[in-house]
């Protein structure tokens, strides 16, 4: 079974694939950010959030310790801490809890062609508590930029697929996929105050991105069938440079 990161990280770069790459991969800082904002969801889907700020609080600090371990200065962890309870305050501005429920967290369908079976990953699924109801996704990416919304071809499949999936609370229920990244914490600037997402969304499905989708899924193929020698690349921050190489 192919995940979307790994569909992602072949397209953009077969040998990061090859070496287990993760095109999507985020910092640490940023997980602290990501996986405290889903943590927040799990407590209230199962009906445990009772103090918002003493919870979130607590998850903020078991995530520092398990994404963070090598901060050893109580001055940085209280800064990243602070940083971190700003930033998941500013998501919950963009998605009120009050008005945006959560449905599901780590939701992962699988969607089949001729070529390939693809697991489509989606961080988090909200439902709008609007006339009619409209289910929203959110993903979690390390940078996000317009590129992604115009790009993005599984943005069409996405919709389409949960188009499906909640088609028992309506026959054509509205679907909106947004994409949001915030910077990774800097230790250098603690005085920083301005804190917000990168965020795009898109609810339209394109007949362009089905005709993509198709063209990647031969690419990806043809990635597979051969190797390719890259005989020069300037990303120089590639967590797998050192490895890129066939001796």
Known sequence: ?????????????PELYRLDGNILEVSASQNIIYESIKEVYLLFLKNNLFDFNKDLIKIIKTNIANYHPSLSTIDDIQYLVSWAINIINCYFKIFPITIYTPLATNFSPTVSTEFIS??????????????????????????????????????????????EIYSHISSNIPVKIHYLSVPSATFRNKSQKNYSFSHVSSGKVKKQHKVNFLNAQKKYLESCDSLHTIPYCPNTNCTKRKECTYG
Do not use: G, R, W
């Open 1 to 13: 079974m192919l995940t979307e990161a790994q569909f992602k990280t072949s397209l953009y770069c």
């Open 118 to 163: 693809l697991k489509l990953e989606l961080d988090l699924i909200l439902v709008e508590d609007a006339n009619p109801s409209k289910i929203h996704t959110v993903n979690f990416y390390p940078m996000v930029t317009k590129h992604i919304k115009e790009n993005d071809f599984l943005i069409s499949i996405k919709i389409q697929c949960l188009k």
